[in-house]
């Protein structure tokens, strides 16, 4: 499955109402990690809208950093989790739930499906594959 394919499914899963931002990211990025699908959508189940009030950062942009923790076994994790963040933040105008919620002329900043689609597309970018 290329990149951009991994990022639709994503969005798919966010769009079926039983995978939440974080969960539709860590599930199609589990070939990057030893756990399986259900294992990764149990762990990032609590990390949905901001962690459940709108006020903490975006899920989808927590399960590529979970997902790079897992790939990466935590050695310089860090820094790929700054990449993925500041990219995250270029692509989508912010990082918090909330602030990416704020309606302008009708319309949120970033859409929940931007978001994901982001958050797959930019992990894909910076892991290199």
């Known amino acids: 499955m290329t990149l951009k394919e991994r990022a639709e499914r ?13 969960q539709a990211v860590t599930v199609v990025l589990s070939d990057q990690t030893e756990l399986a699908e259900e294992q990764l959508k149990q ?3 609590g990390f949905c809208a901001g962690m459940g009030n709108m006020e903490a950062t975006c899920g989808a942009l927590i399960g590529a950093g979970m997902v790079a923790g897992l ?11 700054r990449q993925i963040q ?22 949120p900043l970033c859409p929940c499906e931007e978001c994901v689609r982001n958050a797959v597309m930019i992990y894909g970018e910076i892991m290199g594959f």
Request: aromatic fraction near 4%; charged fraction near 30%.
């Open 10 to 22: 994503a969005v798919e899963l966010k769009n079926s109402g039983k995978y939440n931002c974080a």
């Open 43 to 45: 762990i990032s189940a």
């Open 71 to 81: 790939k990466t076994e935590g050695k310089g994790t860090l820094g790929i989790t």
């Open 86 to 107: 500041e990219e995250f933040a270029t692509r989508c105008g912010a990082l918090k739930c909330k602030d990416l919620k704020t309606m302008t002329d009708g319309k």
